[in-house]
């Protein structure tokens, strides 16, 4: 039944967009769980605590747009003015920067990543993940699209940097993500927010657990015209590579937050 269900979507799919050519932009907000606790020892009163938590609150509640075609797109978070740089001496945070681009192209399986770690630019240029979506006859409407339940589990190695008595320590371990994706034939693209693809049909919500995706506007064929293109500038790397990069600097950044202050801590990186 699944394999008939999704037979008929990706002939539908593919007969509308071979009828017309056309462009479209999707704004998504994006809610990420914190990954940050306190140990039973820490010295950090209530008070630092809340204020803490409500900042990486505040940090993970973003607006990101898609801009699309029939078969590329560009994802980035919506440009904010006046954006408030770290004092001198505090954290400065890495990945999920505003100038990141994320371009796909899902006709030819392929992606380039815009990005950078703390102050330094990396272009990351890749094959896109293979997902193995599980169709299902389930639907929900968001906002005026009628949308097609679809599920994944993929098993990622999941890196916890914590502070034993004051000096930090890594441990990796293998966790077992179910996402779920909620997409519309109505919008006839197999694309969707971040590194998502592959239904048959625009997605819009993600929810993998720790990070929900809603798509709350769509505007196609705007009348502004969408121009995709791919990145440029960065040194290059691929997905393994950029990888072990961060792990380093993730490291080295524990180290420089390393204080009596910071005892109790215990921060949790997915990748």
Not at 43 to 52: A, G, L, P
Not at 123 to 131: A, F, H, N, Q, R
Not at 146 to 165: G, L, P, R, W
Not at 236 to 259: A, G, H, P
Request: charge should be positive.
């Amino acid at each position: 039944m699944k394999t008939k269900l999704l037979t008929v979507l990706t002939l539908c799919l593919c007969v509308f967009i071979n009828a017309q050519e056309f462009t479209g932009k999707a704004i998504y907000k994006t809610n990420k769980k914190s990954g940050i606790s306190f140990g039973e020892d820490s010295k950090m009163s209530d008070t630092q605590k809340k204020e803490i938590e409500e900042r990486m609150r505040k940090m993970n509640q973003k607006t990101f747009i898609l801009e699309f075609d029939k078969s590329t797109s560009t994802y980035k978070q919506e440009a904010k003015l006046n954006v408030p740089q770290p004092k001198k001496g505090g954290i400065k945070m890495f990945g999920g920067n505003s100038t990141d681009i994320y371009y796909k192209d899902v006709k030819e399986k392929r992606f380039v990543n815009k990005t950078n770690i703390m102050g330094k630019g990396f272009l990351i240029k890749d094959s896109l993940p293979s997902y193995d979506w599980q169709l299902t006859s389930e639907t929900k409407h968001i906002g005026n699209y009628t949308c097609y339940k679809a599920t994944i589990s993929k098993e990622i190695e999941k890196n916890s940097f914590s502070f034993v008595d004051g000096t930090p320590t890594s441990v990796k371990k293998k966790v077992t993500i179910n996402t779920t994706a909620w997409y519309t034939t109505q919008v006839p693209i197999s694309n969707g927010p971040s590194t998502y693809y592959g239904l048959p049909g625009l997605i819009l919500e993600i929810n993998d657990g720790t990070t929900t995706m809603v798509c709350t506007e769509i505007i196609i064929n705007p009348s502004e015209e969408i121009k995709i293109d791919e990145p440029e500038k960065g040194k290059l790397v691929n997905q393994e590579e950029f990888d072990e990069i961060k792990v380093k600097k993730e490291k080295e950044m524990m180290e420089r937050f390393k204080s009596k202050d910071g005892k109790g801590i215990s921060i949790t990186i997915q990748g």
